[in-house]
């Protein structure tokens, strides 16, 4: 049936080729390029749509051979982006893969797990455990560090991720995503044994690659190697991520912003004064109208930011005195800093920078404000006086 089916396609199609040539012909054209793009072959379409761009794999091979990115660093970066693409397939399937829902389990944080948090954080730790170009690595999902395990080589970084931030929304089908951080793992001097938690507690400063993957309407890898930010789509019929944003920047002015007003009544007062002025708009001291957008995943709010300005604000909370903030230092802010930095834009929680903090623990909270500089340096200054 299949066979007759395709048979009956390719008659029809043929008849539709020559219906155009002769309507070329009938019309005096002499371009022979034109009448040609009828006859393409499934290679040539191939071709003609690959030769003109550049792939991942293809943008870091020309970076490693700038002398820009070592080797073990683009190996590195091609198997999350590997990973990445597997948990977009997984996370498209929805109901139909059995992975929506809960774990009935907590993180180390006290959140309940869904379980494409858990099946992330496997693909994850599964390919990029055997490449030899880990030391170790962290996830949010685990109370403490990844031992690379002794059967396998030891490279010299050290990988950071929440593998699926903003999971709540993957039940009400709203975009979620991947944040990863590269670091170097320091000298450990000919030591022996598992890696110690102090490998990783350091500064923002201090890392080498960071990025995050978001898998919406359109699945991008957005990067950042210390020299500007790049965004890769997903094409899915090659399977690879194409260059598609060269020189992302977040514009310094805005008029939106993101946070969660359900808290309002809890936060401390320079953020309760600097939202208060937004909302007033242009009766109000910043004579602006202001738009808020709030997804409730970072990862997607920034991805927005980074699209078309922005500020997203998640300030600590009276509710928790004794934590500096809600979102995580290692998993979340100091990646996305990075980022929203390489772009053109400021990062801090609200006193100092965040890639200047000195972290004291793997799961440690931080109050996060980032994106277009005017608004960030406003909010920051208010705290400040």
């Known amino acids: 049936m299949l066979s007759v089916t395709l048979s009956f396609f390719n008659k029809v199609l043929a008849q539709d080729l020559g219906n155009k040539c002769k309507a070329l012909q009938q019309s005096g054209s002499q371009s022979v390029k034109l009448s040609r793009i009828f006859f393409l072959t499934p290679l040539e ?51 139909l893969g059995g992975v929506l829902g809960s774990m009935g389990t907590e993180n180390v944080q ?17 390919a990029n455990e055997w490449g030899g170009h880990l030391a170790g690595m962290a996830s949010e999902e685990m109370d403490n560090a990844y031992q690379i395990p002794g059967k396998y080589p030891k490279g010299s970084y050290l990988l950071v991720f929440d593998p ?23 000298d450990r ?42 965004g890769f789509t997903l094409d899915t019929e090659m399977g690879s991520f194409i260059l598609t944003n060269d020189d992302i920047r977040v514009p310094e002015t805005t008029a939106e912003f993101a946070i969660n007003m359900s808290n309002q009544r809890h936060w401390e007062a320079p953020v309760k004064r600097y939202v208060d002025e937004l909302l007033q708009g242009k009766e109000g001291p910043l004579e602006k109208d202001y738009n808020m957008r709030w997804v409730a995943a970072m990862v997607a709010d920034v991805h927005r930011i980074l699209t078309r300005g922005g500020i ?17 230092l290692m998993y979340e802010a100091n990646p996305m800093s990075f980022i929203i930095e390489q772009a053109g834009g400021v990062s801090t929680n609200g006193y100092q920078r965040i890639m200047d903090i000195q972290p004291e623990s793997l799961h440690e909270r931080v109050a996060v404000f980032l994106g277009s500089k005017e608004e960030v340096e406003r909010v920051t200054g208010y705290h400040s006086e």
Do not use: W
């Not at 797990?113 to 730790?125: G, M």
């Not at 699926?164 to 320091?186: E, M, Q």
């Not at 009276?318 to 979102?327: A, D, F, I, T, V």
């Open 45 to 95: 379409r191939f071709m003609s749509r690959t030769s003109s761009r550049t792939s991942l794999s293809r943008f870091l091979i020309e970076q490693t051979r700038s002398h820009q990115t070592p080797a073990e660093l683009r190996f590195l970066i091609e198997v999350v982006a590997r990973a990445c693409k597997m948990i977009n397939h997984q996370v498209s399937k929805g109901a």
């Open 110 to 126: 006290g959140e309940v797990q869904k379980k494409l948090d858990v099946l992330s954080n496997e693909i994850l730790l599964e």
């Open 164 to 186: 699926l931030d903003g999971s709540s929304n993957i039940d009400v089908n709203v975009s979620v995503g991947t944040i990863f951080s590269v670091l170097r793992c320091p």
């Open 312 to 328: 997203f604000m998640y300030p600590r909370d009276s509710r928790e005195p004794e934590k500096p903030g809600k979102l995580r």
């Open 189 to 230: 001097n000919g030591e022996e044994g598992d890696l110690g938690e102090e490998a990783f507690l350091q500064p923002g400063t201090e890392q080498v690659a960071a990025g995050y993957a978001i898998y919406g309407p359109q699945t991008m890898l957005v990067l950042t190697l210390g020299n500007g930010v790049k």
